[in-house]
T-cell receptor, first 112, second 108 residues
Framework: EAGVTQSPTHLIKPRGQHATLRCSPI?????VYWYQQALGLGLQFLLW???????NRGNFPPRFSGRQFPNYSSELNVNALELEDSALYLC???????????FGQGTRLTVV | GQQLNQSPQSMFIQEGEDVSMNCTSS?????WLWYKQDPGEGPVLLIA?????ELTSNGRLTAQFGITRKDSFLNISASIPSDVGIYFC????????FGAGTRLTVKP
């Protein structure tokens, strides 16, 4: 069974542009979580999607947004990129809310 | 928001020693999870806890869900060099929040 897959693995974008990161959950999982992890730091909660709906978002500006598709895959969009957005972006999926979640390998976003 | 306080921040131990780390919160959680992360990788799930008071083992790892549902601990027995990494606790109460991590260094 395939795990959580994220694409692309690495992404380099100029400041001010837009980035789209994608996540495919484990088959059958309906909950998807997104996190930002700056170098050497912890996981900061960005967004939680469940059954196609945004259920909660962390303390990030509105230029961080996303969505969950009918097949439960998800994308994270970051507009007007800033240098401090450079980080590892991690996606996790779970069968449903409040159950064990599994992470992908992450997308390393570098803003130049 | 839901804050998780994880301690210690870092540990330097000798191979063969036991390790203990914990997480506390002012909020109640329905589920506690413990993860290990290696550099540049996604966190890997070690143990999941679903019931207050639950004690669960996975090899040399043992974790407990605190009876108040506001805390959890993770023990690693007889540490080995491959235990090196960052350990994170996570509490679930619909969404999932993480502690700041415990960086473990094991000296051979």
């Amino acid at each position: 069974e395939a795990g959580v897959t994220q694409s692309p693995t690495h992404l380099i974008k100029p400041r001010g542009q837009h980035a789209t990161l994608r996540c495919s959950p484990i088959s059958g999982h309906t909950s998807v979580y997104w996190y930002q992890q700056a170098l050497g730091l912890g996981l900061q909660f960005l967004l939680w999607y469940d059954e196609g709906e945004e259920r909660n978002r962390g303390n990030f500006p509105p230029r961080f947004s996303g969505r969950q598709f009918p097949n439960y895959s998800s994308e994270l969009n970051v507009n007007a990129l800033e240098l401090e957005d450079s980080a590892l972006y991690l996606c996790a999926s779970s069968l449903y809310a409040n159950t064990e979640a599994f992470f992908g390998q992450g997308t390393r976003l570098t803003v130049v | 928001g839901q804050q998780l306080n994880q301690s210690p921040q870092s540990m330097f131990i000798q191979e063969g020693e036991d390790v203990s780390m914990n997480c506390t919160s002012s909020s109640i959680f329905n589920t506690w999870l413990w993860y290990k992360q290696d550099p540049g990788e996604g966190p890997v799930l070690l143990i999941a806890l679903y019931k207050a008071g639950e004690l669960t083992s996975n090899g040399r790892l043992t974790a407990q869900f605190g009876i108040t549902r506001k805390d959890s601990f993770l023990n690693i027995s007889a540490s080995i060099p491959s235990d090196v990494g960052i350990y994170f606790c996570a509490g679930l109460n619909n969404d999932m929040r993480f502690g700041a991590g415990t960086r473990l260094t094991v000296k051979p």
